[in-house]
């Protein structure tokens, strides 16, 4: 479930009730290869904090079924490549970790060596025969990015623009300190949903009264279902309201309480909201508190399983605190995300009755149709029409 | 293994030798769901007794591979529906039975409301935009009919005529008091065969001699691997017999005794042959004696795998017999059930030799035949005509 | 890792490098099930020893996907049998070995009964109808052959030419007592790799110094990534060179010394050279030594699970000798054996990088490259011809 912290001017719910996506898109198998194929394959994905990569390291990463490596040399320069040697085809970093021995990447079958920047450099016991080009045997790099300290790579040759990535654009996470900020928990879990599913649930409070009770509590405008004021049945224009959390809370932990010092440079908009949600498509979303910075991130493994990392990022002193009660942090959001997970897996078992062709989203569901419009666009679909249009 | 205590006045038995199925038709992937689409998307269907369903509780059941609810109304009357809400395709019931909190079916993920009969009364907290229609958001009803205390539904939107399902005619258990029977044991089990084998296997006793110890001691016509004498080979029409029991058995129990007060309306011949097998294609039958009903049930789970259920039903008083011994009952036929199943799944591992294109039915085997025939005529294909005709 | 024993007149390295098989040949299904058709199913396959077959019992084989079984009769004679009735399909032999009862093979089905040529004999309770035969009823039989105390079937109608199967002719072990040898030790394992991965892994040695230290140890060349001098970047045909056992050891165990008393009719050569390597494509290699015997056979299991199966071959009184110390035999290629699995599988997880379409061998690899060629020529592809040529 998302949650909305900018106050929307107008009104953004629909004036219609759109056909949900076909239910085969969330079983299918072909289908979601094509999904995986258009959408995965030629997007930016999360992959990890660049504090997390140590230098001289390979650090094995799966995107999209691909089996990559990250490599940071010297000058904490971070590349990533296929972990496939050119030779005949061998992987090339076993663990998922492996510390270079020397300078060089060597393949563990036949030791040929390559340097960082995934150039052939040896190719031991063996003649070079004519015709043979070193380079034509280098690596397969993968175009990489890194912003406020996360790592994001792209499988395809030409990227999509990344300043397009974020929904809040570049700028959003600019008042917290985000590439000083270290991992201090982080939680893997795979849930029984199409990936779909995950971001549907994510944009849409429609399920909030009947399945987040602390959540509920904590921003009390969630019990109506609604994220803001304006998506409610009856709203007018002159009603302003910008969600907050309850009286006495600063941030999303057990207590209400902040977990150590809070960001410096805050404004004091975002210091009152409590909380500030970017997302960027298709594989994370970031959420900023007074406090501390949640990353949750997700990676299909087939039409009906995904995986999701959550991730918790703190300033290293509020770590160090001799009292920091980091359940306190973590717990408040388990619970979200076990209902959410729930839900998904809830929602995922009904796709497969032979009646059920689509489902139909409500006005209030304004940001699934966003999604689910996108999604159509990325597979190359006509997007949804109202009639009235 | 089918019993028939029907008399034949001519010899059943065929005068030539036909091909059996096609041997890919009992593991091919494409096969197997074309079977399920044509046959058991098409019939009526065994979901379980009517009074096992509790009113106003949801009890999930699982029809080819379909997910589908049924719920018993004040009235008592039955209804099925597939288990998706219409607004997002969630499940509506998450456990194997859901009793409801109040007079309406609740969708759990976004609290959609619906009544007994399927209709949409309530989308809480979502605005119904111009162009939703509640008429139009109703539950997928399932076709539902019940006799004799079973209930049977049909996915097709045109179910077959039910009145030509029971093979003996919907009047052959008419002297059993089969509404007032209660379930007194259950039991469920998975062999690794096509649904077909179970079939064949039923279809004839050319394998009981070998196969069924106890069976052929309790009914020793078996033991010369026939149904009746008119099977045997050399019969001639002037030798008139009709299967029993051994001396002194009145049922298929273990000591052969009636395990309570005998049904007061079955006829002498009923009574003689202690029992009566009835049989409802593809997933059913019935088997009647004089003192308990035996039901069993077939779910393919997929081309080389089967889910049995076999059901005990007795009169109430029977079960409430002080020194009731459910034992003496249920193993007689467990072991039965137990030799066939090993057999079908001794009969399946042989299908995938590249030679074995397909097998060939014996005179004796007409009941298999017959069955082949109704399978090849289900799928649209020509039945098999020997050269002769 | 195949070292080969025989002195090559002249270099036989390749001068080009030719691209690799496509790496979906490696993991593709659809290709997969070509291959198993176009070689697997057309080639003598080695499915045993003759003295591990005893009379009258029917051993259950796997060949290619296939459930056969060997029976041998009171004359020795072993035939192979598809595990399938002529009846309805049933499986004949049920556990790894069935001893008969009679001198029959009898279905545990339906009784039938087939005589050990295959010929139908019985078929109880059952009536055969005009137009059935028993001659059009027999087993399926498979084509089998023995050499040297090894069984091969064919499950071709039209085997390939046997004597054309060992790289090193029929006659390479005659020097070596064969058919006397009793199996000692066994080893059934299964690695994650395509079956070519193996035969890839095994037809070169530039992994040797990298992967094999104890091997290097015991044939020193090895530890130059060759099998023989003339392999050498840098050789010139003055240079004559047989690869030997390090100084003391005689044969390959773990102390280097037999483990009984050697063949007595093998070459000054052959004793010289401490092993010879046979090899029967696409199932099984050989490696004769002066006191035992090994034979490493495969089967796959699907296009990335092979099964492999070792067996050690001694003479009866080797045996029996009261110290034979069977560690000392086993560990040493034991060792070998994991670290080239080891090899196998780190090959295969580097296949599915979608930008390694295929690598490249070195002029080293010839015997790879061949083995590639005559996997091009038996699916009827092309072989490759390097651009001067």
Not at 143 to 151: E, H, V, Y
Not at 223 to 228: A, C
Not at 242 to 263: D, H, I
């Amino acid at each position: 479930m998302k949650q909305t912290s900018s106050f929307h001017p107008a009104s953004p719910i629909l004036n219609f009730c759109p056909p949900s996506l076909p239910a085969s898109w969330y079983y299918d198998d072909v289908h979601h290869l094509r999904e995986i194929s258009a959408i995965h394959h030629s997007s930016w994905i999360y992959v990890g904090r660049v504090n997390d990569v140590p230098r001289f390291t390979m650090q094995r990463i799966d995107v999209a079924g691909q089996n990559l490596f990250l490599i940071k040399d010297g000058e904490d320069v971070i590349r990533c490549f296929h972990n496939t040697c050119r030779h005949r085809g061998s992987e090339l970093c076993q663990q998922s970790e492996t510390k270079l021995k020397s300078k060089l990447i060597r393949c563990p079958y036949h030791d040929w060596g390559y340097d960082l920047s995934g150039n052939l450099i040896q190719t031991p016991h063996a003649t070079e025969a004519p015709g043979f080009d070193r380079a034509d045997n280098g690596l397969f790099d993968v175009l990489l990015k890194t912003w406020n300290g996360f790592i994001f790579v792209c499988l395809a040759d030409h990227a999509p623009d990344f300043s397009k990535v974020a929904d809040h654009g570049l700028q959003a996470l600019d008042n917290w300190p985000m590439e000083q900020l270290v991992t201090g928990h982080r939680l893997v879990k795979n849930i029984n949903c199409n990936w779909k599913v995950f971001w549907e649930n994510y944009n849409e409070c429609l399920h909030c009264p009947g399945i987040h009770q602390s959540l509920c509590d904590m921003v009390p405008i969630y019990r109506q279902g609604v994220m803001s004021a304006a998506e409610a049945p009856g709203w007018t224009p002159d009603q302003v309201f910008t969600p907050v959390l309850k009286e006495g809370a600063k941030t999303w932990t057990k207590n209400g309480k902040s977990c150590g010092p809070e960001f410096p440079n805050l404004t004091e908009d975002q210091r009152r909201a409590g909380f500030l949600f970017v997302t960027l498509m298709p594989t994370m979303y970031i959420v900023g508190h007074v406090d501390y910075v949640r990353v949750v991130s997700l990676r299909p493994l087939g039409p009906e399983e995904t995986e999701l990392t959550a991730e918790w990022l703190f300033m290293p002193e509020t770590l160090a605190q001799p009292d920091f009660d980091l359940a306190n942090v973590v717990d408040f959001t388990m619970t979200v995300m076990r209902e959410d997970g729930a839900a998904c897996e809830l929602n995922q078992r009904g796709f497969h009755s032979s009646r059920f062709v689509q489902g139909t989203l409500m006005p209030q569901e304004f940001d699934v149709f966003h999604f689910q419009q996108w999604v159509r666009l990325q597979l190359g679909e006509s997007p949804y029409m109202p009639d009235d249009k």
